[in-house]
C-alpha cells in the first residue's frame, strides 16, 4: 500500500533554533517527492521538489534531503522565525499524476 | 486573478441537502486537481482534470460525488445528499499540464461543514 508517513505530528521550537522534520514513504513508482508549507486557513504551498537522483534541494533557509534507497526525506529548517508556524506536508508523486500526500507536521515557533 | 480561487469559503448545510463548491484554477492551467483534507488526515486525491475531461475519477467517495469543468477554467464539485462524514476542507489545485515536474498551486480551500 502506498503510504507516506510524517514525524514528529507536531513540534514547539524557539524563534532562531533549527529543526528537522521526517517524511518517510512507500510509494511505487516513486517520480518525485515535494515539501510543502500550509499555513492555516490556507492552501499548501511547494517549498522544494526532489526527483530520484537528487539528495537535497535547498529554497532558502529549507533544506530539504532525499535518501531513495531508503526511502527517507527530511526537511530541515534553519534559524527558525515566527513565520515559520505552519504545518509541512511531504507529498510523493507516483507515476504522472498520482500524488500521496502525508498527514504533516505541525511546527509552532515561539518568540 | 493570480492564484487559484475557489467559493464559498464556508459553508454549512444540513445532512440530505445537495451542495456545490466552484474553483477557478490560474488561467491557462489546464490541469486541475480536487483534494479533500480532513481533520489529522492528508490530503485525499478526488479527481483530477486534463482540460475538460476527467480521465480518472477513482478517488470520489461515492456515487454522491461529482465534478465537471466547462471551458477547461472552471470547475465545480457537487456533493448529492450530504452526510456528515463529508465534513471537511475541499481543496483545489491547478498546474500548467499534468505533469510529474508541474506544480500545483493551490487554492484556500472551502470548509464544508455538515450538520
Known amino acids: 500500500k502506498n503510504q507516506v508517513e510524517q514525524s514528529p505530528q507536531s513540534l514547539i521550537i524557539l524563534e532562531g533554533k533549527n529543526c528537522t522534520l521526517q517524511c518517510n514513504y512507500t510509494v511505487s513508482p516513486f517520480s518525485n517527492l515535494r515539501w510543502y508549507k500550509q499555513d492555516t486557513g490556507r492552501g499548501p504551498v511547494s517549498l522544494t521538489i526532489m526527483t530520484f537522483s537528487e539528495n537535497t534541494k535547498s529554497n532558502g533557509r529549507y533544506t530539504a534531503t532525499l535518501d531513495a534507497d531508503t526511502k527517507q526525506s527530511s526537511l530541515h529548517i534553519t534559524a527558525s522565525q515566527l513565520s515559520d508556524s505552519a504545518s509541512y506536508i511531504c507529498e510523493i508523486t507516483s507515476g504522472t499524476y498520482k500524488y500521496i500526500f502525508g498527514t504533516g507536521t505541525r511546527l509552532k515557533v515561539l518568540a | ?115
Open chain 2, 1 to 115: 486573478g493570480a492564484g487559484v480561487s475557489q467559493s464559498p469559503s464556508n459553508k454549512v448545510t444540513e445532512k440530505g441537502k445537495d451542495v456545490e463548491l466552484r474553483c477557478d484554477p490560474i488561467s491557462g492551467h489546464t490541469a486541475l486537481y480536487w483534494y479533500r483534507q480532513s481533520l489529522g488526515q492528508g490530503l485525499e486525491f478526488l479527481i483530477y482534470f486534463q482540460g475538460n475531461s476527467a480521465p480518472d475519477k477513482s478517488g470520489l467517495p461515492s456515487d454522491r460525488f461529482s465534478a465537471e469543468r466547462t471551458g477547461g477554467s472552471v470547475s465545480t464539485l457537487t456533493i448529492q445528499r450530504t452526510q456528515q462524514e463529508d465534513s471537511a476542507v475541499y481543496l483545489c489545485a491547478s498546474s500548467r499540464t499534468v505533469g510529474r515536474a508541474d506544480e500545483q498551486f493551490f487554492g484556500p480551500g472551502t470548509r464544508l461543514t455538515v450538520l
